[in-house]
């Protein structure tokens, strides 16, 4: 049996889920997401708790049966407190800002590049070199997170470009640190 899979998700609070056949919709404070589910998998609602059960021992159901409830789970946190990824800006003349919802980036090219937040998902900056993407779907959030950060990634030498908070950038040795070794 799956490990993550067996444990029941708790409800917290002012979330409510709703199941009809395959589809699941969980309505909270701060949205509503909804899901459908593989055929093989079923999921209960018991006493405050969401419980999923897979009905067969085949391998890409015991594969889905995890993953359905991480999903879950992930929409029940998201529906009550949200998700958010912090990214950082390295660089001399790197900057981010807001113009009303959209986040506007100078990264060293000729031109600025304006960001447009998709439904769901919320910019802020709480300083020119500090950007929090926001939102309750946790795998929109991360994709967007992503992408923004595409826009310059962390180069080798000296680590500029946009990353996430905390992240390490792994640096390489110039042309003089490779003859003094």
Do not use: W
Request: charged share 25%.
């Amino acid at each position: 049996m799956s490990r993550i899979g067996r444990k029941p998700i708790a409800l917290p609070n002012g979330v409510e889920v709703k199941i009809d056949g395959r589809h699941v919709a969980v309505k909270g404070g701060k949205g509503t997401l909804e899901m459908d589910i593989m055929p093989q998998i079923n999921v209960k609602l018991e006493e405050g708790k969401v419980i999923v059960e897979r009905e067969s021992e085949i391998k890409a159901v015991r594969a889905a049966h995890g993953m359905t409830r991480a999903l879950l789970n992930n929409m029940i946190t998201g529906v009550s407190s949200g998700f958010e990824k912090k990214l950082e800006i390295v660089g001399v003349g790197y900057r981010a800002a807001m113009q009303g919802k959209t986040l506007v980036l100078s990264l060293g090219y000729s031109h600025t590049i304006e960001v447009v937040p998709p439904q769901g998902i919320e910019f802020a900056c709480p300083s020119p070199i500090n950007i929090t993407v926001s939102g309750i779907d946790k795998q929109i959030v991360g994709q967007v997170a992503a992408n923004i950060r595409e826009y310059r990634s962390p180069e080798p030498y000296k680590g500029k470009g946009i990353r996430y908070e905390g992240e390490y950038v792994i640096r390489k040795a110039g042309k003089a640190g490779a003859k003094s070794k």
